[in-house]
C-alpha cells in the first residue's frame, strides 16, 4: 500500500521537476527595446490573482509590460514606494533567475538575461537554497529578496 506521504512527496516532485524543465526550456532571448540607464521606470504591482514565476512572466507580456527588474537604489527606492502604497502587503515576483541553480548566476530574464551585476538587495542570509531559483519581495519586510522556488504561487510585479 503506497502511503499518503509517500504520494505527497511523489507529486512533490513531479511538480518540481515539471517547473524546472520549463524553466530550462523556455526561450527568453527575445530583444526588449531597453530604454537605458536614464529610464523613469513605472512599477505596476498585480495583486489579483497568484501565479507561478512563469505565469507571472506571461502575465506581464499580456499587460503589454514586462516583469519587473530592480537594477539600482533608485529604482529600489521607487519599488518600496509604490508597494507601500498597495493596501495588502504580500509577496511577489521580480524577474531575477538563476540560470545555473548555485546561487550565483542570476540573471533578469525580462531584459535580454541581463547579469543581476551592481546593485542587488538580498535580505541577510539570502540566497539560500539552490532549488529555489527565482527571486520573491516582501517575504521579510522592507522589500528586500529572498530566493524562492519558482513554483510557488506569488503575486507579481511588472514594469513598462
Ligand atoms: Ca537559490
Ligand atoms: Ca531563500
Known amino acids: 500500500m503506497v502511503s499518503k506521504t509517500s504520494v505527497i512527496l511523489f507529486c512533490f516532485i513531479i511538480k518540481l521537476s515539471i517547473c524546472a524543465s520549463v ?6 532571448s527575445f530583444e526588449i527595446m531597453d530604454p537605458g ?12 490573482k497568484h501565479v507561478d514565476f512563469l505565469g507571472a512572466w506571461n502575465a506581464c ?15 529600489a527606492n521607487l519599488l518600496q514606494e ?18 545555473n541553480g548555485d546561487n550565483k548566476n542570476w540573471v ?7 547579469k543581476v551585476a551592481g546593485y542587488t538587495n538580498w535580505h541577510l542570509g539570502q540566497p539560500d537554497n539552490v532549488y529555489d ?10 522589500w528586500t529578496w529572498n530566493d524562492v522556488n519558482c513554483c510557488t504561487p506569488l503575486y507579481y510585479i511588472c514594469e513598462d
Open 82 to 99: 509604490t508597494l507601500d502604497k498597495v493596501p495588502r502587503k504580500s509577496i511577489y515576483y521580480i524577474a531575477g533567475i538563476d540560470t
Open 23 to 28: 524553466l530550462n526550456n523556455i526561450d527568453y
Open 61 to 75: 507580456l499580456r499587460y503589454g509590460q514586462r516583469l519587473a527588474t530592480v537594477t539600482s537604489q533608485e529604482e
Open 37 to 48: 540607464p536614464n529610464l523613469v521606470k513605472r512599477y505596476y504591482v498585480h495583486y489579483d
Open 133 to 142: 531559483r527565482c527571486i520573491e519581495v516582501g517575504r521579510y519586510g522592507k
Open 108 to 114: 533578469w530574464v525580462s531584459r535580454n538575461n541581463a
